[in-house]
């Protein structure tokens, strides 16, 4: 089993930036893959971003490419997602998530853990 919690949401005026973190602990964290997904009210769970076990694979959704960094310290066991140039359609609740592939995916129902979410919320 792997245990994850998310950290670093909160209130941001369009424009800002936050950095979104994922603690992990249980089995080896380094030999997961890590996604992330966000969840808005009354919207199917979204693909964010997905880092490969070794860091140097990542994968974007379209709309945050140029926006958004994944990014994973194994020897910390800590997967962080900073966002920047946020927009109010940023706004939902953040979930990591990690899978034992060797493949960077994109499809929330692949993988097998997830933590809690932490909110995000950008104003106008």
């Known amino acids: 089993q792997v245990q994850l919690v998310e950290s670093g949401g909160g209130l941001v005026q369009a424009g800002g930036s936050l950095r979104l973190s994922c603690a992990a602990s249980g089995r080896t964290f380094s030999s997961y893959a890590i996604g992330w997904f966000r969840q808005a009210p009354g919207k199917e769970r979204e693909f964010v971003a997905a880092?490969?076990?070794?860091?140097?694979?990542?994968d974007y959704a379209d709309s945050m490419k140029g926006r958004f960094t994944i990014s994973r310290d194994n020897a910390k066991n800590t997967g962080y997602l900073q966002m920047n140039s946020l927009k109010p359609e940023d706004t939902a609740v953040y979930y990591c998530a990690a899978v034992a592939s060797l493949r960077l995916l994109s499809d929330p129902g692949k993988y097998d853990y997830w933590g809690q979410g932490t909110q995000v919320t950008v104003s106008s």
């Open positions: 880092i490969s076990w070794s860091g140097r694979n990542t």
